[in-house]
């Protein structure tokens, strides 16, 4: 699910921007591409410091979109190229993935999980 070009896509740094929805008001944070960490196969962990209102939407609701991106790599036709994911998320705030994210990532308090259903590339 997971292309190559995806994998090429989080080498380099670029804005992740994640969205989430609960009580019908829509909300964005953001983070960056380096901060993503992909564990069985369709996985990505990234480590959450504040996220208040993205845990808060994701309680309620939780359906996640991100966007990614990098003008470093080959999109369909030319120079710059971007994703966006959809699926399902939920904060760890203890177990293996929770223990081997704060050992990378010092300043987190939680580690936010998405299982991804779908990763298209836009362009």
């Not at 993205?54 to 996640?64: A, F, G, M, R």
Request: glycine letters at 8%; charged letters at 20%; one cysteine or more.
């Amino acid at each position: 699910m997971l292309t190559e070009k995806f994998f090429e896509v989080i080498k380099h740094e670029g804005v992740v921007s994640i969205v989430t929805c609960g009580n019908n008001e829509v909300h964005a944070s953001n983070t960056w591409n380096s901060y993503l960490v992909v564990v069985e196969g369709n996985k990505i962990l990234i480590p959450a410091a504040a996220m208040i209102k993205t845990e808060e939407n994701i309680t309620i609701n939780p359906k996640v979109k991100l966007t990614l991106g990098s003008k470093e790599v080959m999109g369909h036709m030319y120079m710059g190229t971007g994703f966006l994911l959809e699926g399902t998320a939920k904060f760890l705030k203890t177990g293996e993935h929770f223990n081997m994210m704060s050992k990378k990532y010092p300043f987190l308090t939680r580690v936010l999980e998405i299982t991804v259903d779908s990763c298209k590339q836009t362009l």
